[in-house]
């Protein structure tokens, strides 16, 4: 392992130094420039609540962000930003939502220091926030280096008073990534190795199952262009995850790649993975299309992302096509996607997925988009009780084949009515249509169906020397869930003004809507928005916003919500 991270410092310090240049002609320039320069923004908020919604929102919330960026002789940038806020004071959390960022640049160099997130690779490395410092070099040439290290996640306690917050172990990380690149293809490899400090964490129940772990993930990318407007790319990936590095039995990996068990040295809870991508595009004229395949093991895991989706196939095509000068586009995407890979599993499941988007620009006044997309997915599940009860060896079991459908339509029809120098009227009308079913045995059985119907209409008054803006909504949406019908309906006033020289901006709004069952009515809300931004001395911006809303909901009674917002900030 020693040896692999020695071998990477040198190739990229060596490949650095020989990139570099001295720049004489920018040296004349750092005389020019100012010594140092500032720029950026501040910016704070607080959000009051009232009400007995029984919403669980804390009465008064805090927010403070800011960025600033020193920029000293016109060469060197010196980026800083941080983000504060009381929002769940009272929880312990693995990643502070608290932050303090610092990302200087000086020509290729950039710098990322204090809590910042870098991303090397969906398999690998991939937006995880950290605690620490990282890199990325941009020299002339056709190498590109990145590199980071820092704390990913800090040890939090057990509480048995408070399940929200689970408890974590310290967890540190080290990454690098080096890409070459020529006119017609690219090469690349990035690695991610994170460990759990055993000591950092008492033992937490066992149900719990939570154990400290080590990771170390490679990934290898590389990209062709055989020929104009073709690209074709690759990557492959492999992770090696250890489930708990307390178990003293020192058995090595005995699956996977051989490298992989000779830069970490597992246990017996030490798994391995693998995962790989491909992407074919190829444009010419007005036409783009793709082709794509994906495959991830079942179990893949990578400590450096938050989430992964793994026991995965993954087949795409994609089209996309410009017709009528331009006036109609096209875009046509299918896909195709199963699980149960390794056969493991007593069900598996596989899902169609098309779409076809469609947008219609007959003349400057009218736009029409049409998009339709259907989903299906194929289950096969054999019950567990066919082999318990079971008394016949040879007998063929059943299998329950199960199909869910869905489909989804919208259709958009923006249509300017009057257009001159002084005002502006629209009219815009936007349908969708939603349809989602279970099939068994070819037939969908009653009650295992339901439809949405959705309609809004909206027109819209723009005065251009007023800078006053009137919208006048009725939105009305129609669902059936098996056998019972819901409808939800109602219209929205809403005025927007900019007054004293534009300086001031305000806006008032107004909706209700009630929602009736089977022609029952179930509740009835009505709500009023109120909002205003001034600006000062063309740095400082004060914004305000009200929100008032009152629910009446059946066999509950009365709710009311308010909430306020007031903000500044200020730009430099």
Not at 267 to 293: D, E, I, P, R
Not at 471 to 485: G, K, P, Q, W
Not at 515 to 524: P, R, V, W, Y
Request: charged share 15%; proline share 3%; aromatic share 12%.
């Amino acid at each position: 392992m020693k040896k692999c991270w020695l071998l990477i410092l040198y190739l990229s310090i060596g490949a650095t130094l020989h990139a570099q240049q001295v720049d004489i002609e920018g040296l004349k320039d750092v005389f020019k420039a100012k010594p140092v320069k500032f720029n950026g923004g501040v910016s704070a908020s607080s959000i009051f609540y009232d009400g007995n919604g029984n919403t669980g929102r804390d009465p008064f919330t805090w927010y403070l962000q800011g960025n600033a960026n020193a920029n000293i002789f016109g060469k060197l940038n010196l980026p800083f930003s941080f983000n504060f806020t009381n929002a769940g004071s009272g929880f312990s959390y693995p990643v502070m939502p608290n932050r303090l960022s610092l990302h200087p640049t000086y020509k290729w160099i950039s710098g990322h220091i204090g809590d910042v997130s870098m991303s090397f690779s969906p398999y690998t490395l991939n937006g995880h926030q950290f605690r620490g410092a990282g890199v990325d070099l941009s020299p002339k040439g056709n190498w590109k280096f990145s590199a980071m290290a820092g704390r990913l996640q800090r040890a939090v306690a057990y509480d048995s008073a408070n399940l929200n917050a689970m408890p974590a172990y310290e967890r540190w990380g080290y990454g690098f990534k080096t890409v070459y690149e020529e006119k017609w293809w690219k090469a690349g490899i990035n690695t991610f190795y994170a460990k759990d400090k055993a000591g950092s964490l008492t033992k937490p129940p066992d149900s719990l199952e939570l154990f400290p772990r080590q990771n170390l993930a490679i990934a290898y990318e590389i990209g062709i262009k055989p020929a104009k407007g073709m690209e074709i790319t690759a990557e492959y990936a492999n992770s090696a995850l250890t489930r708990d590095i307390r178990n003293n039995n020192k058995e090595a990996i005995t699956t996977g790649n051989g490298y992989m068990r000779k830069l970490m040295k597992g246990n017996s809870s030490t798994v391995q993975y693998a995962a790989f991508k491909s992407q074919l595009n190829y444009s010419f004229l007005k036409t783009t299309m793709g082709v794509g395949y994906e495959r991830v093991n079942p179990g893949y895991t990578t400590l450096g992302a938050y989430y992964f989706n793994s026991d995965l196939e993954n087949i795409t095509v994609n089209l996309a096509q410009s017709l009528l000068k331009d006036k109609v586009s096209m875009a046509l995407n299918i896909g195709s996607q199963r699980d149960n890979l390794d056969n493991k599993k007593e069900s598996t499941t596989r899902r169609w997925v098309g779409a076809i988007s469609l947008n219609y620009l007959p003349t400057d006044r009218l736009q029409t988009s049409l998009n339709y997309s259907s989903f299906k997915t194929y289950m096969n599940i054999r019950p567990q009780f066919d082999y318990i009860n079971n008394v016949n060896p040879i007998q063929n079991f059943d299998t329950l084949n199960f199909t869910q459908l869905s489909q989804n339509a919208s259709l958009n029809v923006n249509y300017i009515t009057k257009r001159n120098e002084w005002q502006q009227q629209s009219l815009n009308v936007n349908a969708t249509f939603q349809d989602a079913s279970d099939e068994q045995g070819g037939v969908v059985g009653k009650g295992n169906s339901s439809q949405f119907y959705n309609l809004a209409t909206s027109y819209g008054l723009l005065y251009l020397q007023r800078g006053l803006n009137l919208v006048f909504v009725y939105n009305l949406s129609y669902n059936t869930i098996a056998r019972n019908d819901f409808i939800t309906q109602g219209p929205t006033v809403s005025a927007n003004a900019k007054l004293f020289k534009k300086k001031l901006t305000t806006g008032l709004s107004s909706s209700y809507n009630n929602s009736t069952a089977q022609g029952k009515k179930q509740n009835s809300v009505l709500s009023v928005r109120l909002n205003a931004a001034y600006t000062l001395l063309k740095k400082h911006n004060i914004n305000f916003s009200l929100i008032n809303q009152y629910r009446s909901v059946l066999n509950r009674g009365n709710k009311r919500d308010l909430t306020g917002t007031l903000g500044y900030s200020f730009g430099f």
